[in-house]
């Protein structure tokens, strides 16, 4: 009788621990930054040198189900694996299109001047308003207004393209190291403290 108790209890308990089994699916970092600095590298022009390709990490042991316990319950290990990151949908291309016109046409010179610099939080900024000539500074304010608008949209349309609209946050932080790591010499971005360096 107490053997089939404790068999009893058993099998409860792993019944109610499977129940409790999520599938976490983690933001895959190493495929985001190979994806942001892929559309950067085509929105500022001639890409910058290309870093070694690292295999992607693995999910943190916490976050990784049991494979047996995902066979169990009839899940396909695919799901365990990381996803891409896919940057190629008409409408995240029409945003790029803009952004790579945009820079080539007004930003560009501001840039290589140190009017503008890229933010630590993956926007752009007018650093230095007076080295914009008087002239031109509505114009360039509202390109940059422009390209952070389009920006946003990037970042939350590469999470929504991808099913995960929870990453937004994240895929701008990693757009965000991206434009800063692709910086041209001589152009300006913000530390983590907010304060402005000169590549």
């Known amino acids: 009788m107490r053997r089939t108790l404790?068999?009893?209890?058993?099998?409860?308990?792993?019944?109610?621990?499977?129940?409790?089994?999520?599938?976490?699916?983690?933001?895959?970092?190493?495929?985001?930054?190979?994806?942001?600095?892929?559309?950067?590298?085509?929105?500022?022009?001639?890409?910058?040198?290309?870093?070694?390709?690292?295999p992607p990490p693995p999910p943190p042991p916490a976050q990784r189900p049991a494979a047996w316990l995902l066979q169990l319950w009839g899940v396909s290990?695919?799901?365990?694996?990381?996803?891409?990151?896919?940057?190629?949908?008409?409408?995240?291309q029409a945003i790029q299109a803009r952004m790579q016109q945009r820079f080539a046409d007004s930003l560009r010179p501001h840039?290589?001047?140190?009017?503008?610099?890229?933010?630590?939080?993956?926007?752009?900024?007018?650093?230095?308003?007076?080295?914009?000539?008087?002239?031109q500074r509505a114009a360039v304010n509202a390109a940059v207004a422009d390209e952070n608008r389009d920006r946003e949209a990037v970042y939350r349309e590469i999470a929504l393209a991808n099913g995960h609209a929870e990453w937004a946050a994240q895929i701008r932080a990693t757009f965000a190291q991206q434009w800063i790591g692709r910086a041209r010499a001589g152009w300006y971005y913000q530390d983590s403290n907010s304060a402005w360096q000169r590549k």
Do not use: H, M, W
């Not at 999520?22 to 985001?32: G, K, L, Q, R, S």
């Not at 190979?34 to 001639?46: E, H, R, Y």
């Open 77 to 92: 290990s695919a799901y365990a694996q990381q996803a891409d990151i896919t940057v190629q949908t008409p409408q995240i």
């Open 111 to 135: 840039f290589d001047s140190g009017a503008l610099g890229f933010t630590r939080d993956g926007l752009v900024a007018v650093r230095d308003a007076a080295a914009i000539p008087l002239p």
């Open 6 to 54: 404790t068999r009893i209890l058993l099998l409860a308990s792993l019944a109610a621990l499977a129940a409790c089994v999520t599938i976490n699916v983690y933001f895959p970092e190493a495929a985001a930054q190979q994806a942001a600095g892929q559309f950067i590298d085509k929105v500022l022009g001639a890409p910058a040198p290309a870093a070694p390709k690292e």
